[in-house]
């Protein structure tokens, strides 16, 4: 079975630019979790699929940062416009079941993005 | 959201058995605890979860204290494979709540050949 997939890997950019990330969960996981992993420290939650809809965006800043799931299926995590703060790893996960307790959330290798 | 709290750093030597502790002072009732890890340059996966009673699987056990207060992941012989960060997490598994992970920093386990 293929785990969560995200691309690119690796990403620099200038500050002031647009960058996305894309993320393709496991195949029948309904639920799909964006976070962001700062150096040294544990991933936190910016954002939560269930299906469709953003059921819990209240950590994502809205200002410049936006993400879609078109279809429940892939989805898109997009910043613009960049600041040097954003430098971090952006993490996708996924859970296989909707509203029910899910115990386990897959993780992609992230992606690593450097602003200059 | 309840906290936990856990060592920065802990060294084992290979092939002998590792305890990581967690405190959880101010869990509630519905709080399940989870383990994550994670290997460098990956993100994190699960390892194990429970809620009052010890749990084992082929990973790893995990010893949860009497009043809930505290945990303790053992792995039973660590290999270099198990050098990872090690996260301590509580969810809240009700309907109204967010399922949702809070991961703190975790502990750095070295592991010695």
């Known amino acids: 079975e293929a785990g969560v997939v995200q691309s690119p890997r690796y990403k620099i950019i200038e500050k002031k630019q647009p960058v996305a990330f894309w993320c393709n969960p496991i195949s029948g996981h309904n639920t799909l979790y964006w976070y962001r992993q700062n150096l040294g420290q544990g991933p936190e939650l910016l954002i939560r699929y269930e299906n469709e809809e953003a059921v819990d965006d209240s950590q994502l800043p809205k200002d410049r940062f936006s993400a879609e799931r078109l279809k429940g299926v892939d989805s898109t995590l997009k910043i613009q416009p960049a600041e040097l703060g954003d430098s971090a790893v952006y993490l996708c996960?996924?859970?296989?079941?909707?509203?029910?307790?899910?115990?386990?959330?897959?993780f992609g290798p992230g992606t690593r993005l450097t602003v200059t | 959201d309840a906290k936990t709290t856990q060592p920065n750093s802990m060294e084992s030597n290979e092939e002998e058995p590792v305890h990581l502790p967690c405190n959880h002072s101010?869990?509630?009732?519905?709080?399940?605890i989870h383990w994550y890890r994670q290997l460098p340059s990956q993100g994190p996966e699960y390892v194990i979860h429970?809620?009052?009673s010890n749990v084992n699987n082929r990973m790893a056990s995990l010893a949860i204290a009497e009043d809930r207060k505290s945990s303790t992941l053992i792995l039973h012989r660590a290999t270099l494979r198990d050098a990872a960060v090690y996260y301590c997490?509580?969810?809240?598994?009700?309907?109204?709540?967010?399922?949702?992970?809070?991961f703190g920093t975790g502990t750095r386990l070295k592991v010695l050949a």
């Open positions: 997490i509580l969810r809240d598994d009700t309907t109204s709540g967010t399922y949702k992970y809070i």
């Open positions: 101010t869990i509630s009732g519905t709080d399940y």
């Open positions: 429970g809620l009052t």
């Open positions: 996960a996924s859970s296989p079941r909707t509203g029910e307790r899910t115990y386990e959330q897959y």
